[in-house]
């Protein structure tokens, strides 16, 4: 099989190989010379100069002349895909922003949507065919403000109640209009006597606070203070990762067990996505909730606000703790030198370095830099690397990723420098 490796290979050698060149072999007169290819969400991508690469990619399907491809691409207005669509020529794209479509037809789109997920609800559960009503569904769509992961977010929470669904849906209705505990409270002269004009952004934050509140529903004053602890604790790590991880490997990083990962994301799964198979990573369903939780103003409640820097501090000392207790000399027990890294089986690699070790191998340095910490002699950084230091390269090694062992280490030099500036 030619290009067996193209996982392995680069976007330009995987674009080539797997799109323009079968496309390029059609002659055009099949049943379809058009084609769609259909891109979601490309903000999402963590890495700007691969969002530029993919782009600068796509426009080479002018290439192409024997069938039509077209991209339909979605995103948020960040700048580096903004600068990339603008190199293209006006009349090879069209921009479609939708705050600029008519509120009308967007209302419209997710009033149907709601109705479509509560007949859904009605047929599971068991529900009157009334419910939840017209009038109910027009409340919701007026609390979404045109926002669909609005919708998509409350349809999930509401249908995650089941036998509570009723309870549910009273409680999102209830939370139709922003909660004064989660705004800044601020008014003019000029604003007395007039409602206050809420954005659509204001109803997100009330849904997601609503949704994080009633995870610790019937919960006593002292457990829900713990409850809230462990939440922000870990929803604050799976926010800032550079990589998702399963809950196995998640559980690992906090050093906490798998149970208690699943019992505070099973409350959660209107926010994250959490595959049935423990070893597939666990995602957010909209990179929104990030946001959210990130701005102390938008979150407003300090028992869910994640402040960055403290968040990232956490998952570098967790990430030093674990590779600390998991590497050593051989790791992948070879007992040999000069053994080729070519030769040893990649599942072999696996069983001796898990995902979760991996991930702290990788982005140790990127936490510790992101926190702003200042370095200095016999903290955990420098106990870390005199003891482990060569153990980490060499899992690198394995792993095949001592090229981001460089960056890393020019990282941590960079860092120490600016810890040995005099402050001002």
Request: proline share 4%; hydrophobic share 40%; glycine share 4%.
């Amino acid at each position: 099989m030619d290009h067996c490796n193209i996982a392995n290979l680069s976007l330009h050698d995987q674009w080539r190989q797997l799109v323009l060149k079968p496309l390029s072999k059609l002659d055009g007169n099949s049943c379809s010379s058009s084609y769609v290819l259909v891109i979601d969400a490309l903000d999402e991508c963590d890495n700007d100069k691969n969002i530029r690469i993919i782009l600068q990619l796509l426009a080479e399907a002018r290439s192409l002349k024997r069938v039509r491809l077209r991209v339909f691409l979605t995103s948020r207005p960040e700048v580096p895909i903004r600068l990339g669509f603008h190199q293209l020529p006006d009349n090879e794209r069209r921009d479609i922003v939708l705050h600029n479509i008519s509120p009308s037809i967007v209302d419209h789109d997710i009033f149907i949507f709601l109705e479509h997920n509560f007949e859904l609800m009605r047929e599971e559960n068991y529900q009157d065919t009334s419910w939840p009503g017209a009038e109910n569904i027009q409340r919701l769509v007026r609390s979404a403000s045109g926002l669909f992961i609005w919708a998509a977010t409350a349809c999930r929470f509401i249908y995650e109640g089941r036998g509570f669904a009723d309870n549910r849906l009273s409680i999102i209705l209830k939370n139709g209009t922003v909660d004064e505990s989660i705004t800044d409270g601020s008014s003019t002269d000029d604003d007395a006597g007039e409602d206050p004009v809420i954005t659509p952004e204001e109803h997100l934050n009330t849904l997601y606070i609503a949704v994080l509140r009633n995870s610790a529903q019937n919960f006593k004053k002292q457990e829900k203070k713990n409850w809230y602890k462990l939440l922000r604790e870990t929803i604050g790590t799976i926010i800032i990762l550079y990589s998702p991880l399963s809950i196995h490997s998640l559980a690992g990083v906090l050093h906490v067990s798998g149970e208690g990962v699943i019992r505070i994301l099973n409350k959660l799964r209107s926010i994250f996505d959490i595959p049935e198979n423990q070893d597939q990573p666990i995602r957010l369903h909209h990179p929104s909730f990030r946001d959210f939780l990130l701005d102390q103003k938008r979150c407003g409640d300090l028992n869910f606000w994640v402040e960055k820097r403290q968040a990232h501090q956490t998952l570098a000392e967790n990430c030093i703790r674990l590779l600390s207790t998991s590497l050593k000399q051989d790791i992948c027990g070879l007992d040999a030198t000069g053994v080729l890294i070519a030769e040893i089986e990649s599942s072999r690699v696996e069983q001796c370095l898990p995902p979760e070790v991996q991930y702290a191998c990788l982005y140790w340095v990127e936490h510790v830099q992101e926190s702003g910490a200042h370095l200095h002699d016999n903290n955990q950084v420098h106990r870390f690397l005199q003891k482990h230091f060569l153990h980490w390269l060499e899992a690198l090694c394995w792993m095949r990723r001592m090229s981001e062992g460089i960056l890393a280490i020019r990282t941590l030099e960079s860092i120490s420098l600016v810890s040995l500036l005099p402050a001002r």
